[in-house]
């Protein structure tokens, strides 16, 4: 990241850790067309001295290998793609992790609560369950924390707290300002 920064843009680079993935944001758009890239082996590196410099200490391979490096080391971790969002301005890197956390979540956390809610079809089930899972890890949070969390739509968010919270498995505690959700179950 350090290397493929603009350094003159008012951004910083940064990484956010969500609870479906990992996101690497870095201002400056790419040199070409990302399918050029990946179909190559250009090394364009914005910042020359500074690439020459990890090189050196080891910190940095060989040039025009990194889109190559970071997708197949993914794919091999956990089995998904690598997903980009490029502007002219910034380009942004998004790690699905939901398989591995879930998976944890599941196993260790709650312990085998399994949301059973009837008249909800599965894809939402599976969507309360995660919400749900969230909330067991992370206690305390407001629906606007959640819905990044979950990746959701404030709205949509809204509306499976009010289901989890209508089943009994969610509560909300504390004053309407500084509280926040809790598992029952």
């Known amino acids: 990241m350090l290397m493929h920064a603009d350094y003159f843009s008012p951004a910083h680079p940064r ?52 889109l190559d ?21 910034s380009t ?18 709650n312990e085998g609560v399994n949301l059973k809610i009837e008249g909800v079809n599965e894809g939402v089930l599976l969507e309360l369950q995660y919400l749900y899972d969230t909330i067991a890890t992370q ?6 924390e959640l819905n990044t969390m979950i990746n959701k739509s404030l709205a949509t968010t809204e509306r499976y707290i009010k289901i989890l919270k209508e089943q009994g498995y969610i509560e909300f505690r504390g004053a309407s300002k500084t509280g926040g959700y809790f598992t029952k179950k």
């Open 15 to 66: 990484i956010r850790i969500f609870n479906n993935h990992i996101e690497y944001y870095n201002p400056g758009g790419l040199p070409k067309p990302l399918e050029e890239l990946k179909g190559k082996d250009l090394s364009i590196p914005r910042n020359p001295i500074l690439a020459k410099l990890f090189r050196m200490v080891k910190l940095a391979e060989n040039a025009g290998y990194g």
């Open 69 to 89: 490096n970071i997708e197949h080391h993914w794919k091999e971790y956990n089995g998904t793609s690598v997903d980009y969002v490029i502007d002219f301005d």
């Open 92 to 109: 942004i890197v998004k790690l699905r992790t939901s398989d591995i956390i879930s998976e944890g979540v599941n196993e260790g956390v």
């Open 139 to 144: 206690e305390g949070k407001k629906a606007v």
